[in-house]
């Protein structure tokens, strides 16, 4: 009977081992491909590269992101027509391109990685992207050169393990805007009302999803209505 009763037993044994699969079911958080949402280039597929730190905008948050944008533009059908925009941490590029699919007149995606600057410069030519360009550099050097007032709309969305990129970031990027312009802003934890005043900005609207804390501010003047 003792012998029977180990035979028993070690089934589970085997159990850790299904156990240790799981992590790996659950692993593929990273989709291989995003899509456009809207305007001239709807549901273009975008590759995203395996690349630590490449995360993009989930697709319902750029959805909302471009409701935002488009009711503070008014020119309905979700256009930002005349726009001009930097994506200053460009990675694979959506949230440029939606807005250059949009309508906006002038779209700068910046990027360090070679390999992701190539890729963007791939979607360009391909899609005949006569509104954007691309530089490989630093975002943030790209903002404090950009003419002080002369943007509609910053894209902010830094690797999350670089925490020092946000501040010097939401600086160039609230000097550049026009008074009636837009940060979004992509991080790891909503950033408070008095970390955004003293930067010259205001929550205008957010939303969480998942790890993502997404804000649309605005120059502190415009308010929060």
Request: aromatic residues 6%; positive net charge.
């Amino acid at each position: 009977m003792p012998q029977h009763q180990k035979k028993a037993a070690s089934p589970s044994r085997s159990a850790p081992a299904g156990n240790r699969s799981k992590p790996a079911v659950k692993r593929p958080s990273k989709p291989s491909e995003v899509r456009i949402i809207g305007g001239e280039w709807k549901r273009t597929r975008l590759a995203v590269a395996d690349k630590p730190g490449l995360r993009p905008t989930p697709d319902r948050v750029r959805e909302t992101l471009f409701n935002w944008l488009a009711s503070l533009a008014g020119a309905g059908g979700g256009e930002l027509p005349g726009w001009r925009c930097v994506d200053a941490f460009a990675g694979t590029g959506a949230l440029g391109l939606e807005a250059a699919s949009r309508g906006a007149a002038s779209v700068l995606l910046c990027e360090q990685d070679a390999a992701l600057v190539a890729q963007l410069q791939a979607v360009k030519t391909k899609l005949e992207a006569e509104a954007v360009r691309i530089e490989r550099g630093n975002g943030v050097t790209a903002l404090e050169r950009a003419p002080a007032g002369s943007l509609d709309v910053v894209f902010l969305d830094p690797p999350f393990d670089n925490a020092a990129l946000y501040e010097p970031a939401l600086r160039a990027a609230a000097r550049s805007l026009r008074a009636e312009g837009s940060v979004y802003l992509e991080a790891p934890r909503r950033w408070s009302g008095g970390e955004l005043a003293a930067l010259g900005l205001a929550e205008f609207r957010y939303l969480k999803a998942g790890a993502v804390h997404a804000h649309l501010l605005r120059p502190a003047a415009q308010g929060t209505a």
